[in-house]
C-alpha cells in the first residue's frame, strides 16, 4: 500500500501540499527519520523526544502530543505493509501568506509522514566504505533537526561524485559530524566523537552507541579532535539512522590504519546489529 500521513489523517500519497506552507519557503520546520526492522519503528521514543525538543528550539507548537504521533506512525507503518524501511516525517510551521516573521496563532503546524522501502546495509558495515572531507558551511545551530539541509546536500554530492559513502565535515581544522551522520574515531581502544552541542545533531544511533559502549567497556571521549587525528585513527567510523553503523577505511585517498574494519568498530556493529534483532522480538 502507498498511504501517507498528512495532519491526523492516513489517506493517498497523491495529497497536495500548499506552495505557501513555510516548509517549501523557508525550511520553517523540523522532521525526524526513523528506521523500520522487521516490521517494527526502531527507538521510535527517543525520535519523539528529539522532535520536541527541535520544536521548542524553534518555537513550534507540535499539533498533537508525541504519544499520539508516535501512535498514528505505528499505524502508518502497517497500513504500508512496510517491513524493513524508513518513516520520514516533518512538522512545518504551516500554510500562510509569505512574510519572514511567524504567522499568526491561527495559522496551524502542517504534519507529513510517509515510509519508504529500504535494506540493512549489512555488507557495507562488513567491508567498510570510502569518505571525503568537506569545509563544514552550515548554521551555528545544528543541533535542531530543522528542514534546512542544502549544505547537507551540497556535501553528499561531492561525497557521491567521488564514489564515497559520506562526507565528513570540519570547520577549520575541527571534525564536527557528517552530511547525514555522526562520525567517531577510535584510538589506543577509545572512542572519541564530538561533543553534542550546536555544532553536530545528537544523532539517536549516536546516543545508543554510546549507551552500548558502557555494556562493552568502551571508553567514551566526547570531546573535539581534528582533521590530523582523523586520518590517523586507528578507526573511523560513521553512525546514523538506518546506516547504522559503517567503517571508514578511507578518507580523501588516505587509507585509515590497514584499511580493513577495525576490531573495535567490529564489537560495535555486533551490539547494534543485536540491539534491533532483541527489540524487534518484544
Known amino acids: 500500500m502507498n498511504k501517507m500521513l498528512f ?10 501540499v ?26 521510535l521514543d527517543e525520535h519523539m523526544e528529539r522532535l520536541e525538543r527541535s520544536a521548542r528550539e524553534i518555537r513550534l507548537t507540535l499539533p498533537e502530543s508525541t504519544s499520539e504521533l508516535k501512535r498514528k506512525l505505528e499505524e ?23 512574510e519572514h516573521y511567524f504567522p499568526g496563532e491561527n495559522v496551524q503546524p502542517v504534519t507529513v509522514a510517509y515510509t519508504r522501502e529500504e535494506e540493512r546495509m549489512t555488507d557495507v558495515e562488513d567491508r567498510g566504505a570510502k569518505a571525503v572531507l568537506v569545509e563544514d558551511i552550515r548554521w551555528l545551530r545544528c543541533d ?29 581544522e575541527t571534525v564536527t559530524e557528517a552530511s547525514a551522520s555522526n562520525v567517531f574515531i577510535v584510538k589506543n581502544g577509545e572512542l572519541y566523537t564530538h561533543p553534542a552541542n550546536n555544532y553536530i545533531l545528537n544523532g539517536i544511533t549516536r546516543k545508543k552507541i554510546i549507551q552500548l559502549c558502557d555494556s562493552l567497556n568502551i571508553k567514551v571521549n566526547e570531546e573535539t579532535y581534528s582533521v590530523d587525528d582523523l586520518l590517523q585513527a586507528d578507526e573511523v567510523f560513521v553512525s546514523a539512522t538506518k546506516l ?36 524487534v522480538k518484544n
Open 7 to 16: 495532519n491526523d489523517q492516513i489517506m493517498d500519497r497523491d495529497t497536495l
Open 18 to 43: 500548499d506552495i505557501e506552507d513555510r516548509a517549501y519557503q523557508f525550511g520553517d520546520g523540523i522532521y525526524e527519520v526513523i528506521g523500520v526492522y522487521n516490521g517494527k519503528p526502531l527507538m
Open 76 to 98: 502508518l507503518v502497517s497500513v504500508n505493509e512496510l517491513e524493513e524501511g524508513i518513516i520520514y516525517m516533518q512538522v512545518s510551521r504551516g500554510i500562510a501568506s509569505r
Open 144 to 172: 535542531i533537526k530543522t528542514l534546512n539541509l542544502l549544505p547537507n546536500a551540497m556535501a553528499k554530492q561531492e561525497a557521491v561524485e567521488n564514489n564515497a559513502i559520506e562526507a565528513i565535515l570540519h570547520r577549520g
Open 244 to 279: 547504522d553503523v559503517v567503517p571508514i577505511l578511507n578518507v580523501d585517498d588516505h587509507t585509515i590504519a590497514d584499511g580493513t574494519p577495525g576490531e573495535v568498530t567490529k564489537r560495535i556493529v555486533e551490539a547494534f546489529r543485536s540491539l534491533y534483532q532483541q527489540d
